[in-house]
């Protein structure tokens, strides 16, 4: 950042300890940083609409209101949503933090006598913010507008709809960007409106080469949070063929997929076309466009994302258990944990369909955490009524592993759980290890030393020279693998190869989606040291695994593995 944006931001601190607020605007003065300080969340909120401050730093535990409603009053005013927002606590607790990143605070900082901390939290903020602000200029009076597009009031846009109204066949577009609440809790403020501003140079790409000769763009403008305005005039009576035409043609350009900070965002968009003539007067203009995609104006079209928020709010998702099988003895050791979204009335859809929207709209890290609290909730269940004594694996994703305080909330939810460590597997997604081998190796040491098993998910060939250097107690190999064993000779050298060495190493092998008979005889021949599919079970939910624990015979489940594979005991790896 340079000294001349330092010199002119003016930074509003919000703290009832006001020794402490004074040491923070004494340390930002030095540092030629103009300050402003309130002692109650209400004063703070005045001071910051009437001086439009270039960030805010604001203590949680106000005398008057939290540092959430604050927050959340902040990202609603029209002139100050954007300004950047670094959340103050003396609690260094993960639930603190999450809470503070999904009101869409930018940072949070946990006091401590090193203010140079806050320093260095102020200056990282400011200067994200100058690189966004960089990209949007102010909006053109010119009806040909040539500028990227930036935030505009209601009050800006009154006159131009009341000229514009006057034209013939004249409409008002609304572009929103559905995702837009969903990004600001899951990845921040400064990542949604990076995607915010992604889309409006997509608007105005659109609208510097549209070839629709009957329309005339008059006004482009974005009005603040998810909502874009586009005023348009037709030079001929446009039919709703036409339009229809037009905005499918707008809507499939702005879901083009978007790579925001190393992300991949695919957006969710929806376009709402009225007539001009059919807002006879400025409120209703004013309701139109501040009404929300979800209210009850007829933009009811929520995203798989959306959706999937609302399930887990509705307690619609529902963990199953696929058991895990000893080739050896025949018997289950384990059950795989997998999330299921139950719609009611309708068949369940699995993960790969929704975790990669989880995945890209910032809903996987709350979805992660439920599945590892009711699973370690379940373990807990069924070690009091004291059934035969199995492990669970639980799949962790890369955003999970990456976030913060991940080890201590982990432990926190055990330790809630009462349940020990050693009869949790924690499987790691492979491509954790590609893309970051130091990390992975770090997070693998960590859990085996806090107890747990630890697995490399999804094994393939890929990583396997990594082996010797990994601190890992399980391969599951890759279910593209085991799929045709019988008949695939590539995959037989590729899965001798991995088990082989696994063996080596002394790591136990799984292999993953085993369907066939002959897919388990020559695993059998291979060593492999357990199973997991259809060919013993499905994915079931718990009440039914634990009636499948119960069983009479424990011996059912070797006769059934060894009955089936009888079945092809003259198969022979090629």
Known sequence: MSKQTAVAATILVIDADTDLAAMFCNLLSFNGFATLRATTGQDGIQLAQLHHPQLIVCDIALPDISGYDLLASVRSHHTIFSTPFIMLTSDNDYTTFRRSMEQGADDYVVKSPDLQTVLRSVQTQLTK??????????????????????????????????????????????????????????????????????????LYQWQEQSNESFLTINTLAYLGGNRFVIFLSASKTPDQPSYVR?????????????????????????????????????????????????????????????????????????????????????????????????????????????????????????????????????????????????????????????????????????????????????????????????????????????????????????????????????LKLDKCFVRNLYSNRSNQVIVRAIIEMARGLNISTIANGVETARELSILKQLKCHSIQGYLFSPALTAQDFKKLLLEPSKAQSKNCLEHRSSLHAAVKIH
């Not at 930036?150 to 960007?177: M, R």
């Not at 509705?314 to 696929?322: A, G, M, S, T, V």
């Open 129 to 202: 913010h100058e690189k966004l602000t960089q990209c949007l200029t102010t909006i053109s009076a010119k009806p040909t507008y040539k500028q990227v597009i930036t935030a505009v009031t209601l009050a800006d846009l009154k006159d131009q709809f009341t000229t514009i109204k006057q034209q013939p066949w004249s409409s008002l577009w609304v572009v929103y960007l559905n995702d837009y609440e969903m990004l600001q809790r899951g990845y921040g403020h400064v990542f949604s409106q990076l995607a915010v501003q992604s889309l409006g140079q997509k």
């Open 246 to 474: 037009v905005t499918t043609q707008l809507k499939t350009e702005l879901q083009h997929p978007m790579v925001i900070n190393n992300h991949r965002l695919i957006p969710d968009i929806y376009i709402e076309c009225i007539s001009c003539a059919q807002l006879a007067t400025i409120s209703m203009l004013e309701t139109t466009l501040n009404r929300s995609t979800n209210s009850d104006s007829g933009i009811n079209q929520l995203s798989l994302a959306a959706r999937l928020r609302r399930a887990m709010q509705q307690d619609e998702l529902q963990l199953h258990f696929q058991p895990q099988v000893d080739l050896n003895s025949g018997q289950i050791i384990g059950a795989e944990v997998l999330v299921r979204w139950m719609i009611p009335g309708k068949s369940p859809i699995l993960p790969a369909q929704f975790i990669p929207a989880a995945e890209e709209h910032g809903l996987i890290l709350p979805l992660g955490e439920w599945i590892l609290e009711t699973a370690l909730q379940q373990l807990a269940h069924w070690q009091k009524i004291r059934l035969p004594g199995i492990s669970i694996a639980i799949n962790l994703s890369v955003y999970q592993l990456r976030s913060f305080h991940f080890l201590e909330r982990l432990m926190a939810l055990v330790n809630a759980a009462q349940v020990s460590p050693v009869m949790i597997d924690l499987e790691l997604p492979e491509r954790m290890i590609m893309e970051d081998l130091s990390q992975a190796k770090y997070l693998l040491t960590e859990l085996q030393q806090r107890g747990f098993s630890t697995a490399i998910d999804d094994f393939g060939s890929g990583s396997l020279s990594h082996l010797q250097y990994l601190p890992v107690n399980i």
